[in-house]
């Protein structure tokens, strides 16, 4: 069995899709002949936590860990509220900003590069230097974000260069949404630029998860890319009956500009107009929601349907995508957030209820849904289609005939990605 060390920042008991996608590689690898070791940080400050994923890590997979400096245990002297919010990726918008979160934005942004997880790369190279030697490790995986992991990986290169690296972005790095935010100069900017490079043109390999982010990285580097996208786990236990109301559901976490307000209106408008439809009608939002999008809600008239289930663990949250009627999808309405793929879309795939995806144009999602037939796309200006499409459902729901039939949904099963994962490793 080919040996490979899989450094990662986020592992059990964090919680979040990031974790999911190593956390099951690891699971399914040496069903194709390789041996997974995971380096991970003994210490880390994670902003959310899943028990429940403790239970998926395999009994014999090798684990070493390293402690880690986290600048986040420093700031929360200064304000633990802002600096949890900032760490789950939380950043209020500029008028709202108090002086202290602009301090802290600006700090994180400019002092921290690439991240404030850079104290872990001299003292990891050190480590796993010694570790490779001894192991015979010929195979270093990096996952990011956070992207000093990458930086890791291109330190132990320079020292074991017949290693094989591979670099997988679970994010893009320089044009990801909230890049912009960080309050960067343009010299901290360059540098980020500097380092993506780097790191782009270095690596033997890259994976990415999404469609454009594979065309992005295209232009920046002569290296094989491939697209391995995050998946669903058939092993994956499910303990749910669908809901008896019609149910709009979100699964995960809502951020300030996933605003769809043409969907608020839509809604608001068949309580109003559509018999029976507000006897029925429950929005379910599952995970960290921003009070702008519950405000944004409220003013549109929905308070009274709206139902806040806060945060979950994964198996919670898989078992509410099964229960509800309607699983929605959001992005934000911009150019950079196209190649966005959230990993929930495929376990919605699982489910078998119909998906309403609202994002911007030419979203990697709308191909996804499209070619499965799990649901329907919409941008931010289609209210008109996207109100009939919800009506239609609800007729639907009303005769008990709400549900998709997914075709080839099995080339995002967990077992077939590790498959394609394997390959790269092994050739």
């Given at each position: ?11 059990p ?14 699971k ?46 420093l ?32 700090i ?43 930086l890791?990986?291109?330190?132990l ?9 591979i ?36 690596a ?173 796309c ?50």
């Amino acid at each position: 069995m080919k040996k490979v060390l899989i450094i990662t920042y986020y592992w059990p008991p964090a919680g979040g899709p990031g974790v999911q996608r190593w956390l099951k590689f690891s699971k399914y690898l040496p069903e194709y002949g390789v041996e997974p070791m995971i380096y991970k940080p003994k210490n880390p400050s994670y902003p959310t936590l899943d028990h429940t994923l403790t239970r998926e890590v395999p009994y014999d997979l090798n684990i070493v860990q390293k402690s880690i400096f986290e600048p986040y245990s420093l700031a929360q002297m200064l304000s633990k509220k802002d600096t949890k919010t900032l760490s789950k990726g939380i950043i209020k918008s500029q008028e709202k900003q108090s002086k202290l979160q602009e301090l802290m934005l600006y700090i994180r942004g400019n002092f921290f590069i690439p991240d404030a997880r850079k104290f872990w790369i001299r003292p990891s190279v050190k480590v796993l230097s010694k570790l490779i030697a001894e192991q015979d490790i010929d195979c270093i995986i990096t996952t990011g974000p956070p992207h000093s992991l990458h930086l890791i990986g291109k330190g132990l290169k320079e020292k074991f260069p017949n290693c094989q690296w591979i670099a997988d972005f679970r994010d893009p790095w320089t044009t990801i949404g909230y890049h912009n935010e960080l309050k960067l100069t343009e010299k901290s900017a360059q540098k980020h630029r500097d380092l993506e490079e780097e790191i782009l043109k270095k690596a033997d390999e890259i994976l990415v998860t999404s469609f454009e982010t594979k065309a992005e990285f295209k232009t920046k580097t002569k290296q094989p890319i491939h697209l391995i996208t995050n998946g669903y786990d058939e092993s994956d236990p499910v303990e749910s009956e669908l809901d008896e109301n019609f149910t709009l559901a979100h699964i995960g976490s809502l951020m300030r500009k996933r605003n769809p307000e043409i969907l608020w209106q839509a809604l608001f408008e068949l309580v109003q107009e559509v018999d029976h439809f507000k006897s029925f009608f429950e929005l379910r939002l599952v995970g960290n929601v921003s009070e702008q999008i519950i405000e944004s809600i409220h003013a549109h008239g929905l308070k009274d349907y709206l139902n806040l289930a806060g945060y979950v663990d994964h198996q919670t949250a898989l078992n509410f995508q099964h229960s509800s009627q309607i699983l929605l999808l959001i992005e934000i309405d911009a150019e950079e957030t196209r190649g966005i793929i959230p990993g929930k879309v495929f376990e919605y795939l699982r489910t078998g209820r119909p998906i309403l995806a609202i994002g911007p144009e030419h979203w990697d999602v709308e191909q996804i849904i499209e070619k499965t037939q799990t649901g329907h796309c919409f941008n931010y200006t289609d209210k008109a289609n996207l109100k009939a499409m919800i009506h239609s459902c609800f007729k639907a729901f009303l005769n008990g005939k709400l549900k998709v039939n997914p075709k080839d949904i099995s080339q995002y099963s967990r077992q077939k990605l590790t498959e394609r994962l394997s390959k790269i490793i092994l050739d």
